[in-house]
């Protein structure tokens, strides 16, 4: 097991590694610059702007300054435009830099204010999708062929197809208009939380349901199980703790591509209910060629649909004892 | 027994990690429960890019220095005429070009210091000092001496001039003085910008020495940021919503009605609508466009002209658009009555000049055209085979029209685009770009013709005509014609109403030349919430919070009668 996340440590550095440097060159790759607008700046003004954030600079010469951790600003203006001079900076001294949009704030203080918010609302998506997935899944497996399966499968199909904006947009109808029960959109409340985290959830508590149930039908024809059967077991137990463990294994593995999915998806969602995450920088940085925010969303997401997934390959090693045995 | 073990193990750390989870999230959203409601709350837009009076550029940014800040004079919202601000009285000597301003005497930062006019000549100072790369530093140039100190630079990005050699003078606390480099009547127009609001020399230099490394960022936090106008930052939350609370120590707190009042910020319409439709907000400035037309039906919606011009710039350099001939037909051939009945749809009016109406005491020049759209298309038509192009003559090369990727700007561009090729058997081809990349295509002017818009800072001619001299970073069609430099130049350091006949005459030459073709001036499109009192419509869009209240049942009663 430590040999196995030794490994993958060293492959979330190599990947974060060449994420960084295809992006800082691809971003500068692209035209127009954080400064333009349809009312051009003075140009004497813009070269200062530009000089102030390095942009005047070579890009191998930027790239370096980004990374540091060495200061190579004589002037001493490190990344906060501050008159103080550092000798360390950049991504590996910890530091984002400042968002060349957000004057008033740096990518940390963006990042750290935002983060937090997608992360809560991609946690009781995903939450209330795997539950509420994992519970039709398994009762429309162990009554099969019945209505309720019928109707489990029908639902799972058509929110598996159904895109999240869309469930959001009927959930806005039917839960904000017709039914005023919740906020519309914005943030400060738990109230907020519930239609998007809905929404966001919808289609990954479909895949769930459906994992679920082919996983738990593939389980319960196998041999223990018509052991514990034939021991006398009730049909509860003989589900809960012999069938279950089994049907769980696809749905793990699901897990790492779903909590990315919903961590990505949110971008969609957050802008539709106004919410102030992480998603919408994702987008906006890219659209205002806000470099520096662009590439601190970018290594943020990249670590932690790394981490997500390093963690999903553990627990399925600690699900199913197979996969273990074979590495070691 | 061991796979038990193991499997037991997993469960407890599942159930451990899905805690933390969940600790995480309630923490989360434990910080955003502890605003009560607001007064009142406005979607201001896009998430503010600073509130640094000196560095702002764009409107919702304008909307929230114009709440914490006030200026030497503010527009009244009715009429924009400016109104004494921080400066109570001014002078301006017979020549124009002298203007002293006394400050009041009651005027407060909201750390209970005086408001000085050493804080607005430092304030103005800051603007234009390059080291700020405030991007409207320009508004100052005005001023004698103020362009090369903002524009000479040593290698270290500092001026190379002292601020001595600017005119602009604090004679004692509560006088400051100003020389201009030319006369220039809009002078208070242009005070009343949200980017010559002052700010705090004492808090700001302390801030300064406390924090070397990130004192740029940390004067601007709540709890740090020091203001002087009607309100003072509470919160601030990125992308969602920046809370401002009264001003107690205000000059004019008593005519200030809200407590606190949220700006939030939201950019998706939909979103938008629905936060207006539900009551959470009383004012958005903007509906989906699909919506527009029915939502203007409404009694709560509000419009007026706004002066802001849509048009498409032409590459003039590049043939057969380099004929003002063909320019000409092109213009004349655009149905502007078509795209704004049947397109935009929000009272936009058709426009047939550079300057767009609603600037008090202007009457600009237009291009010349007939009565109806049917006789401009056929003069169109004849000027168009004047050229040698039509029936008989040589095929009109195909051209393209740019803009940038918005649902709206394609739908003005294909009404454009079958115009030409209806009425003068031109085949136009549309062609969109992401913002950034279009900007860029139209400053290098690789274009046939390109979308543009232009809206006031405030109500001066010379701001629209302005841009389309020689060499001005804003021209971007390659177009040039030294007696309009000349006529610019010169009303540049005229009196009224010498200066608006400059214009008017610059502006005659314009179109006939047509660099541009104009296609509508913009009208506002507010949702205003029927209760919200001292909200009024102008030509600016400008809605100060300071004189918002709620109305009684009685005055609402009456407003509605109205």
Same mark, same amino acid.
């Given at each position: 097991m430590i040999g196995f996340l030794a490994r993958r440590l060293v492959g979330f550095a190599v990947t974060l590694g060449v994420v960084v440097t295809a992006s800082f060159f691809l971003m500068r790759a692209v035209r127009g610059g954080p400064f333009d607008a349809e009312r051009r700046l003075d140009p004497a003004i813009e070269r200062n702007l530009r000089s102030r954030y390095h942009l005047d600079w070579p890009a191998w010469k930027q790239f370096l300054q980004y990374v540091g951790p060495l200061n190579l600003d004589e002037r001493g203006a490190v990344a906060l435009g501050g008159d103080g001079s550092r000798a360390f900076g950049g991504v590996l001294a910890g530091d984002f830099g400042p968002s060349l949009r957000y004057r008033d704030q740096t990518v940390g203080d963006l990042l750290s204010q935002s983060l937090p918010i997608s992360l809560a609302l991609g946690t009781f998506a995903l939450l209330w999708a795997v539950l509420l997935g994992l519970a039709a899944g398994v009762l429309s497996a162990v009554r099969r062929g019945t209505r309720l399966d019928f109707a489990v499968r029908l639902l799972a199909t058509a929110f598996v197809a159904l895109p999240n904006f869309v469930v959001a947009s009927v959930l806005v109808i039917l839960l904000a208009f017709l039914v005023p029960l919740l906020p519309v959109a914005g943030w400060g409340s738990w109230r907020h939380l519930v239609l998007p985290a809905l929404a966001l959830g919808a289609p990954v508590a479909a895949h769930v349901a459906r994992l679920a149930r082919t996983g738990m039908l593939e389980t319960l024809s196998q041999d223990f199980v018509r052991a514990a059967r034939a021991k006398g077991l009730p049909e509860r137990l003989v589900i809960l703790r012999h069938a279950l463990p089994g049907a769980l294994l696809p749905v793990a593995s699901y897990l790492g591509p779903a909590a990315a999915g919903v961590l990505t998806g949110s971008l969609v969602i957050e802008r539709i209910f106004a919410i102030p995450g992480a998603g919408s920088h994702f987008v906006n940085s890219a659209l205002n060629r806000d470099y520096t925010l662009a590439m601190g969303v970018t290594i943020v997401y990249c670590a932690l649909v790394y981490a997500l997934n390093s963690l999903v390959d553990v627990a399925y090693r600690l699900l199913d004892p197979r996969i273990e045995t074979e590495a070691a | 027994m061991a796979a038990a073990g193991g499997s037991r193990t997993l469960r407890r750390i599942a159930f451990l990690a899905t805690l933390a989870l969940l600790g995480a999230g309630a923490l989360a959203l434990g910080r955003g429960t502890r605003l009560a409601l607001a007064d009142c709350a406005f979607v201001n837009g896009a998430e503010p890019a600073t509130l640094d009076p000196a560095a702002i550029t764009a409107i919702p940014e304008g909307r =929230? /220095? !114009?709440?914490? @800040? %006030?200026?030497? /004079?503010v527009w009244d919202p009715r009429t924009l005429e400016p109104r004494p601000g921080m400066a109570e009285s001014w002078v301006v000597s017979p020549d124009g070009l002298a203007w002293t301003f006394h400050l009041r005497s009651g005027a407060r930062w909201t750390n209970g210091d005086p408001v000085t006019a050493g804080d607005f000549a430092f304030s103005f100072e800051r603007l234009l000092d390059p080291r700020t790369a405030a991007g409207y530093a320009s508004q100052l140039f005005c001023v004698a001496g103020a362009r090369a100190f903002a524009t000479e630079v040593d290698e270290r990005g500092a001026p190379r001039r002292s601020f001595d050699t600017v005119a602009i003078r604090a004679q004692d606390p509560r006088t400051l003085e100003m020389v201009l480099e030319h006369p220039f009547p809009r002078l208070l127009d242009l005070l009343a910008c949200p980017q010559l609001c002052p700010v705090d020399r004492r808090s700001l230099e302390a801030m300064r020495a406390g924090h070397p490394d990130t004192w740029q960022i940390e004067w601007l936090r709540p709890g740090n940021l020091v203001t002087n106008g009607p309100f003072r930052l509470l919160e601030r939350r990125a992308n969602d919503r920046i809370r401002l609370a009264k001003n107690h120590g205000y000059w004019d707190a008593e005519h200030v009605a809200f407590e606190t009042i949220d700006a939030l910020a939201a950019e998706h319409l939909s979103t938008v609508l629905n936060l207006y439709l539900t009551g959470a907000v009383a004012w958005i400035d903007q509906q989906p466009a699909d919506l527009a037309a029915r939502l203007s039906r409404r009694e709560d919606f509000r419009s007026a002209p706004y002066l802001g011009s849509y048009f498409y710039r032409v590459n003039v350099k590049r043939p057969p658009l380099d004929d003002p001939r063909v320019r000409r037909a092109l213009a004349l051939a655009i149905d502007r009555e078509a795209i704004v009945r049947r397109v935009t749809r929000c009272n936009e009016q058709p426009l047939h000049a550079c300057v767009p109406p609603g600037i008090p005491g202007w009457s600009g020049r237009t291009m010349r055209h007939g009565k109806s759209f049917a006789d401009d298309a056929e003069e169109a038509r004849r000027l168009l085979a004047e050229c040698g192009f039509g029936p008989g003559g040589r095929v009109f090369p195909p051209i393209e029209i740019q803009y940038n990727t918005r649902e709206s700007h394609r739908d003005v561009a294909e009404v454009i685009a079958d115009s030409w090729r209806r009425n003068l058997g031109i085949h136009a081809r549309l062609q969109n770009q992401e913002w950034r990349v279009f900007m860029d295509t139209q400053r290098r002017i690789d274009y046939d013709v390109s979308r543009s818009s232009w809206i006031?800072? $405030?109500?001066?001619? $010379?701001? @629209?005509? %302005? =841009? @389309? +001299? +020689?060499?001005?970073?804003?021209n971007r069609t390659g177009w040039s014609d030294a007696r309009y430099d000349d006529l610019i130049a010169h009303a540049a350091g005229a009196l009224e109403p010498e200066r608006s006949q400059l214009l008017s005459q610059a502006e005659e030459i314009l179109m006939d030349a047509l660099p541009i073709l104009p296609i509508y001036a913009y009208a506002t499109k507010n949702l205003v919430d029927p209760r919200l009192g001292g909200f009024y419509e102008n030509a600016l869009d400008e809605h100060p919070? &300071? $004189? *918002? $209240? *709620?109305?009684?049942?009685? %005055?609402?009663? &009456? +407003? !509605?009668? !109205?």
């Amino acid at each position: 097991m430590i040999g196995f996340l030794a490994r993958r440590l060293v492959g979330f550095a190599v990947t974060l590694g060449v994420v960084v440097t295809a992006s800082f060159f691809l971003m500068r790759a692209v035209r127009g610059g954080p400064f333009d607008a349809e009312r051009r700046l003075d140009p004497a003004i813009e070269r200062n702007l530009r000089s102030r954030y390095h942009l005047d600079w070579p890009a191998w010469k930027q790239f370096l300054q980004y990374v540091g951790p060495l200061n190579l600003d004589e002037r001493g203006a490190v990344a906060l435009g501050g008159d103080g001079s550092r000798a360390f900076g950049g991504v590996l001294a910890g530091d984002f830099g400042p968002s060349l949009r957000y004057r008033d704030q740096t990518v940390g203080d963006l990042l750290s204010q935002s983060l937090p918010i997608s992360l809560a609302l991609g946690t009781f998506a995903l939450l209330w999708a795997v539950l509420l997935g994992l519970a039709a899944g398994v009762l429309s497996a162990v009554r099969r062929g019945t209505r309720l399966d019928f109707a489990v499968r029908l639902l799972a199909t058509a929110f598996v197809a159904l895109p999240n904006f869309v469930v959001a947009s009927v959930l806005v109808i039917l839960l904000a208009f017709l039914v005023p029960l919740l906020p519309v959109a914005g943030w400060g409340s738990w109230r907020h939380l519930v239609l998007p985290a809905l929404a966001l959830g919808a289609p990954v508590a479909a895949h769930v349901a459906r994992l679920a149930r082919t996983g738990m039908l593939e389980t319960l024809s196998q041999d223990f199980v018509r052991a514990a059967r034939a021991k006398g077991l009730p049909e509860r137990l003989v589900i809960l703790r012999h069938a279950l463990p089994g049907a769980l294994l696809p749905v793990a593995s699901y897990l790492g591509p779903a909590a990315a999915g919903v961590l990505t998806g949110s971008l969609v969602i957050e802008r539709i209910f106004a919410i102030p995450g992480a998603g919408s920088h994702f987008v906006n940085s890219a659209l205002n060629r806000d470099y520096t925010l662009a590439m601190g969303v970018t290594i943020v997401y990249c670590a932690l649909v790394y981490a997500l997934n390093s963690l999903v390959d553990v627990a399925y090693r600690l699900l199913d004892p197979r996969i273990e045995t074979e590495a070691a | 027994m061991a796979a038990a073990g193991g499997s037991r193990t997993l469960r407890r750390i599942a159930f451990l990690a899905t805690l933390a989870l969940l600790g995480a999230g309630a923490l989360a959203l434990g910080r955003g429960t502890r605003l009560a409601l607001a007064d009142c709350a406005f979607v201001n837009g896009a998430e503010p890019a600073t509130l640094d009076p000196a560095a702002i550029t764009a409107i919702p940014e304008g909307r =929230i /220095v !114009r709440a914490l @800040f %006030e200026g030497l /004079v503010v527009w009244d919202p009715r009429t924009l005429e400016p109104r004494p601000g921080m400066a109570e009285s001014w002078v301006v000597s017979p020549d124009g070009l002298a203007w002293t301003f006394h400050l009041r005497s009651g005027a407060r930062w909201t750390n209970g210091d005086p408001v000085t006019a050493g804080d607005f000549a430092f304030s103005f100072e800051r603007l234009l000092d390059p080291r700020t790369a405030a991007g409207y530093a320009s508004q100052l140039f005005c001023v004698a001496g103020a362009r090369a100190f903002a524009t000479e630079v040593d290698e270290r990005g500092a001026p190379r001039r002292s601020f001595d050699t600017v005119a602009i003078r604090a004679q004692d606390p509560r006088t400051l003085e100003m020389v201009l480099e030319h006369p220039f009547p809009r002078l208070l127009d242009l005070l009343a910008c949200p980017q010559l609001c002052p700010v705090d020399r004492r808090s700001l230099e302390a801030m300064r020495a406390g924090h070397p490394d990130t004192w740029q960022i940390e004067w601007l936090r709540p709890g740090n940021l020091v203001t002087n106008g009607p309100f003072r930052l509470l919160e601030r939350r990125a992308n969602d919503r920046i809370r401002l609370a009264k001003n107690h120590g205000y000059w004019d707190a008593e005519h200030v009605a809200f407590e606190t009042i949220d700006a939030l910020a939201a950019e998706h319409l939909s979103t938008v609508l629905n936060l207006y439709l539900t009551g959470a907000v009383a004012w958005i400035d903007q509906q989906p466009a699909d919506l527009a037309a029915r939502l203007s039906r409404r009694e709560d919606f509000r419009s007026a002209p706004y002066l802001g011009s849509y048009f498409y710039r032409v590459n003039v350099k590049r043939p057969p658009l380099d004929d003002p001939r063909v320019r000409r037909a092109l213009a004349l051939a655009i149905d502007r009555e078509a795209i704004v009945r049947r397109v935009t749809r929000c009272n936009e009016q058709p426009l047939h000049a550079c300057v767009p109406p609603g600037i008090p005491g202007w009457s600009g020049r237009t291009m010349r055209h007939g009565k109806s759209f049917a006789d401009d298309a056929e003069e169109a038509r004849r000027l168009l085979a004047e050229c040698g192009f039509g029936p008989g003559g040589r095929v009109f090369p195909p051209i393209e029209i740019q803009y940038n990727t918005r649902e709206s700007h394609r739908d003005v561009a294909e009404v454009i685009a079958d115009s030409w090729r209806r009425n003068l058997g031109i085949h136009a081809r549309l062609q969109n770009q992401e913002w950034r990349v279009f900007m860029d295509t139209q400053r290098r002017i690789d274009y046939d013709v390109s979308r543009s818009s232009w809206i006031a800072d $405030y109500a001066d001619p $010379y701001g @629209f005509l %302005e =841009i @389309f +001299t +020689t060499g001005n970073e804003n021209n971007r069609t390659g177009w040039s014609d030294a007696r309009y430099d000349d006529l610019i130049a010169h009303a540049a350091g005229a009196l009224e109403p010498e200066r608006s006949q400059l214009l008017s005459q610059a502006e005659e030459i314009l179109m006939d030349a047509l660099p541009i073709l104009p296609i509508y001036a913009y009208a506002t499109k507010n949702l205003v919430d029927p209760r919200l009192g001292g909200f009024y419509e102008n030509a600016l869009d400008e809605h100060p919070p &300071k $004189y *918002w $209240y *709620w109305m009684e049942d009685g %005055e609402l009663a &009456k +407003t !509605r009668a !109205r």
